[in-house]
């Protein structure tokens, strides 16, 4: 089993509060290596979880049986695989105040701490069982409508993170109790020994080291879908206890496999990033170097599926002094980036089009 440490070599990663930010430069393979893997975290240390004595809770009004399953028991349920992105609902929040000027004020418990650049994200391949068969074994209520994961990291709010999402979701049969990522156990800061995975949807919905999964003929109410995880602003409405317009799924995003004012040598420069839509595949990437007055379109490097990024590159000529790059995406079903983004209090879902700086020599 391979494991992260927030005290070893930082040349994969940039250090981010209790998290850990891959450096942009380093997303260029198609598959994201597990120890080259973002990692987002709510308390400061990961559980470990005792695999003699764990035991998987399923219950609620919505289940007929309610189980106790173990880890083993788990294990020999059929798998199902799927290559998607995760990503942070807060991944580009720093670029609030680099591009917009507004920085973020983190909220009284601390939540958009969490500066984000571009690189909280990552695309793997993911193996486990699919949600709907643990559901069915338990005897799910046609009248559920909701299903919470809740995780073993005790120490977060509420006694673990957990986040709902609608049974349409959980019943997706691409939506996981993984085991597997790129074919090999959990590490223990992504979820060991089971994680979440709810493809397209912000990255807090795939819950780490989940213990107890919960359906409901009722909606579920918790912190992370009623003060955080909303929209908070003038363009979004509270409805009673929740503070703002829910976020579920991610928006289509592109960035450059660069660091923030990254510096190269002037001349011809092949440059590589990658686009990604909860939506659709990809269907182009464009780029600019001149604010936007003209567009080019981009080189996509297969594969391009539903679910996972799309890596794409183009040759630039650069010219000496500060330059700033741009990139715009659409996917399959017409879904393009935006030329504004309004800003949320928290600092959501920032996907606008915006100037990668780069100093060339």
């Known amino acids: 089993m391979t494991e992260h440490s927030f005290y070893k070599d930082q ?15 380093l997303l260029t393979d198609y598959i994201t290596p597990n120890d080259k893997f973002f990692v987002c975290k709510a308390t400061e240390g990961s559980p470990r979880v005792d695999l003699e004595t764990y035991a998987l809770k399923v219950h609620g009004d919505g289940i007929g049986k309610p189980l106790a399953l173990t880890y083993d028991a788990i294990m020999k349920l ?18 609030f105040d680099l591009v917009m000027g507004t920085p973020i004020q983190p909220a009284a418990d601390g939540f958009g701490m969490t500066k984000w650049l571009t690189g909280g994200v990552g ?38 993170v957990s986040r709902p999402i609608p049974i349409e979701k959980a019943l997706d049969p691409d939506t996981i109790l993984a085991y597997h990522m790129n074919g090999e156990p959990l590490p223990i800061d992504n979820g060991f020994p089971f ?20 359906a409901s003929k009722s909606d579920i109410k918790v912190e992370r879908n009623t003060i955080h995880y909303v929209f908070i602003g003038p363009e979004w409405e509270p409805d009673g206890d929740v503070l703002g317009g829910l976020i579920t799924t991610q928006n289509i995003k592109s960035s450059l496999a660069l660091a923030w004012n ?54 630039w000529d650069a010219k000496p002094g500060q330059q700033a790059l741009m990139t715009r995406a659409t996917d399959t079903a017409g879904n393009t980036q935006p030329l504004e983004h309004p800003f949320n209090a928290e600092g959501y879902l920032f996907n606008m089009v915006f100037g990668h700086p780069v100093s060339v020599k």
């Open 11 to 25: 040349q994969y990663f940039n250090r981010l509060s209790d998290s850990l930010e891959t450096k942009p430069e």
């Open 78 to 95: 059929p798998s199902h695989t799927v290559i998607s992105y995760l990503e942070c609902a807060g991944n580009h929040r720093d670029l």
């Open 123 to 160: 695309n793997a391949v993911w193996t486990g069982v699919s949600l709907r068969t643990i559901l069915q074994m338990a005897g799910l209520d046609p009248a559920t409508v909701a299903v919470n994961a809740k995780g073993l990291d005790a120490d977060a709010p509420e006694g673990g």
């Open 195 to 214: 994680r979440l995975i709810v493809p397209g949807w912000v990255g807090t919905n795939s819950v780490k080291w989940v213990g107890e999964i919960t």
């Open 262 to 315: 990254q510096e190269l040598p002037s001349g011809k420069q092949i440059i590589r990033g990658n686009a990604r839509s909860p939506h659709d595949p990809i269907e182009k990437v464009e780029w600019s170097d001149d604010g936007g007055a003209t567009w080019n379109d981009a080189t996509l490097i297969p594969p391009n599926l539903k679910y996972a990024w799309c890596r794409f590159e183009f040759e």
